[in-house]
């Protein structure tokens, strides 16, 4: 197989990938705060690192990946100013804060296999590692922290070279960082808040810096030791993340340490999803999430096919045009795998192995599934290569892909939209009808049955190339 190389945020370089050992390579993936749904912009970084690890085991490395549930209330800024998102919630919506964490766990979890994204080997929770947080603030204190009325922060100028991973952001870095009364210096963090006096708090703890709650940053870093270790081999998250959560995560490493180590090897970040002229957010509580999509009639993995139509490192514009394109192409390729699979066996005149070469070769240079996907549509529809060849190289596709396709079938990637007034049984017979009524030339009547299926919100496809008669729009 091709050799694995990685673009490492900490470098700014594509580099070869080389784990620590080889026998259990270890990834951990920034998880979401569940005090609300994952938008589509949020989900996009889970497709990413689905990718990279469904390409790490497809190689043959044995993995081990960790993402993170923070179901501890952190700031709305990306620094230490604003509501705590999980106390937030809880307040607006009058529930018991713990049962708010619980459902949009669930949901967050439904989203990955809606998106059929492989679940990690652990999804552990923020509040069971309260512990731990405590025990490595007081380790770093001394040396590296100091107190304010409001918590126990962490001085950056204690550590070599803070803010290595951000520096290509330095200036918009500093822009997102809100002003705390008496920090040392603006980048300074919280790694503990302490409750303010007649504070109402539904998740607090006591420790040395009074009763209060963690700061967001030492999460990760406590939980990233806890199961992959002092030193792992990649980490990943959004493109946001690379200019303070991730910078300040590398601070506590290096505190815990005593060395210059960052913690992970390799520093993976996906780029944003845009909607047209603005940035994807749940800051304003208007925002696009998975299930909005299959309101629309989109199956989930359009969305997935979307997202690897774009390199992981680039922006990726979101317009329900691109979605609707993404499941045309998936609903093609569904239809040649039914076409193949129909086939009877036959000797093949050419090889699929070229093609599987092509996959190895696209996804080992920085995981370009776009190329991957030019490779498979051109492996469907290679005559040369048997069916059942053909077959037997998709399956390494989908090993790598993570689209199903073996098995995904047509009547599944209609999905119902809320919106509709009409049930799968009654569209067909009013097709049949329409196919009668053309076929002696009733074109009046085919005309007005179009239209009644259009009034109804069925969209008919005539002379569609992949077989769709119809679809609910």
């Known amino acids: 197989m091709a050799n694995l190389t990685l673009f490492n945020s900490l470098s700014r370089a594509m580099e070869l990938f080389e784990p620590i050992d080889p026998d259990n390579v270890r990834v951990y993936s920034c998880g979401p705060t569940v005090y609300n749904y994952a938008h589509i ?92 947080m405590i025990a490595w603030g007081q380790a770093i204190e001394a040396r590296h922290c100091y107190r ?78 806890a199961y992959l270790g002092e030193r792992f081999d990649i980490h990943t998250g959004g493109i946001d993340h690379r200019e303070i959560h991730h910078p300040n995560e590398i601070a506590q490493n290096q505190a815990m340490s005593g060395t210059a180590d960052t913690g992970a090897n390799y520093w993976l970040h996906n780029n944003f999803l845009v909607l047209r002229d603005t940035k994807m957010s749940k800051s304003s509580g208007e925002f696009m999430r998975l299930q909005t999509l299959v309101d629309r009639g989109f199956h989930p993995l359009s969305y997935r096919m979307m997202c690897l139509q774009a390199q992981y490192r680039s922006e990726m514009e979101f317009s329900w045009e691109g979605l609707a394109a993404a499941q045309t192409r998936l609903k093609r390729l569904v ?97 049949a009808e329409r196919r009668e009524a053309r076929a002696a030339k009733e074109f009046a009547r085919s005309d007005a049955i179009r239209d009644e299926l259009a009034a109804a919100g069925v969209e008919v496809m005539d002379g569609d190339p992949i077989g769709w008669d119809w679809r609910l729009s």
């Open 41 to 132: 912009g949020n989900l996009r970084a889970y497709v990413f690192t689905d990718t990279l690890s469904r390409v790490l085991r497809w190689k043959g490395w044995p993995l081990t990946h960790v993402i993170n549930i923070t179901d501890v209330g952190h700031l709305t800024s990306d620094a230490d100013a604003g509501d705590d998102k999980m106390e937030a919630a809880a307040r607006a919506s009058g529930q018991d804060i713990w049962a708010i964490a619980r459902h949009y766990t669930d949901a967050f979890k439904q989203n990955l296999r809606d998106l059929n994204i492989d679940d990690p080997s652990r999804f552990p929770l923020a509040t069971e590692h309260v512990e731990g």
């Open 148 to 225: 304010l009325p409001d918590g126990l922060y962490f001085d950056t100028a204690t550590v070599p070279d803070y803010g290595r991973l951000a520096r290509a952001g330095m200036d918009e870095r500093e822009g997102r960082i809100d002003a705390v009364e008496g920090k040392r210096q603006a980048e300074d963090f919280a790694i503990w808040r302490t409750s303010a006096p007649g504070e109402n708090r539904q998740m607090e703890w006591d420790s040395p810096w009074g009763r209060g709650a963690p700061g967001w940053h030492l999460e990760c870093s406590v939980m990233s030791r």
């Open 335 to 431: 239809q040649a795998v039914e076409t193949l699979k129909a086939r009877p066996a036959v000797a093949s005149a050419g090889s699929a192995a070229a093609y599987r070469e092509r996959l190895d070769v696209a996804v080992s240079d920085d995981l370009a599934t776009p190329r991957a996907l030019t490779a498979l549509d051109e492996l469907l529809a290679d005559k040369r290569v048997s069916p059942a060849d053909r077959l037997a190289a998709l399956a390494d596709f989908d090993a790598v892909l993570g689209l199903g396709l073996a098995t995904l079938t047509r009547e599944a990637l209609r999905v119902r939209p809320v919106s509709a007034t009409i049930d799968e049984d009654a569209i067909a017979a009013r097709l």
